[in-house]
């Protein structure tokens, strides 16, 4: 039986860091916005449909836009999204549970492939959960409380987490409700929840060291040479 895919696309962060007086997942790059890009491969992908996660005040912009200018037909909910990411994407999960499989991404990352996608969807045939990810290429120090180093973990084990992140989606729900029920907030992506809330290993899949998240506006420019170098 086909599983159904559903992609979360996370947008709802306010991207203080860049300045400006728009989020930076609305910014121009290369003439659309920065979000357009990553709703348009999970739109040309085999996904079933888009969960969209903004905050309150753009969801009558994302819906007018954006998806109904670019025609994004799979966009089937354009949701309110909460105070921290796990918030966002409970919010996401609960509106999509007819789904098998989830792709959870972050709309600032706008140079996700379909590659990245099709083999997310495949390791879920076999993986609980996956990420996809990158080899760290520098040497990684951790440091005390005063910024002083303690150890130096094997580069050779050390890699990066993008998104997407991908799961099946009872698993992920039944964490969610464990994390919710634990009340810890020192939570940073989905892989975590599931690592300590789920009891499972996330296989790591390559990513690519162009999907890089825009946070600054030295980010935006990079973002801007890496499209036109794959165009």
């Known amino acids: ?29 290369s003439g659309k916005p920065v979000i357009y890009y990553s709703l348009k491969v999970f739109q040309d992908s085999v996904v079933d449909d888009i969960v969209l996660v903004v905050s309150d005040e753009y969801i009558e912009y ?23 990411r796990y918030d966002s994407v409970r919010n996401g999960l609960e509106v999509c549970e007819s789904a098998d499989y ?9 140079l996700i492939t379909g590659d990245m996608v099709k083999r997310s969807i495949a390791t879920l045939e076999e993986e609980t959960g996956c990420s996809v990810a990158v080899k760290a290429k ?3 120090k951790i440091s005390d409380e005063n910024d002083y180093g303690v150890d130096t973990p094997d580069r050779r ?26 009340g810890d907030t020192a ?6 929840i ?19 998240k825009i946070t600054t506006p030295e980010d935006l420019a990079l973002a801007e040479v890496l499209l036109e170098h794959r165009s």
């Open 1 to 29: 039986m086909k599983k159904k895919i559903t992609a979360i696309v996370l947008a709802a962060g306010s991207g203080r860091r860049m300045g400006g007086d728009i989020p930076k997942q609305y910014m121009e790059l």
């Open 62 to 84: 994302c819906r007018k836009e954006i998806v109904e200018r670019y025609g994004f037909s799979k966009v089937t909910d354009i949701i309110s999204g909460g105070r921290e």
């Open 102 to 110: 989830v792709l959870i991404h972050d709309g600032a990352r706008p």
């Open 138 to 140: 520098d040497t990684i």
């Open 157 to 182: 084990y050390v890699w990066q987490v993008q998104t997407p992140q991908s799961f099946r989606r009872r698993e992920l729900v039944a964490a969610y409700e464990k994390l919710v029920a634990s």
């Open 187 to 192: 939570i940073t992506d989905d892989t975590m």
């Open 194 to 212: 599931m690592e300590r809330y789920g009891g499972v290993k996330i296989k790591l899949i390559d990513g690519s060291y162009a999907n890089i």
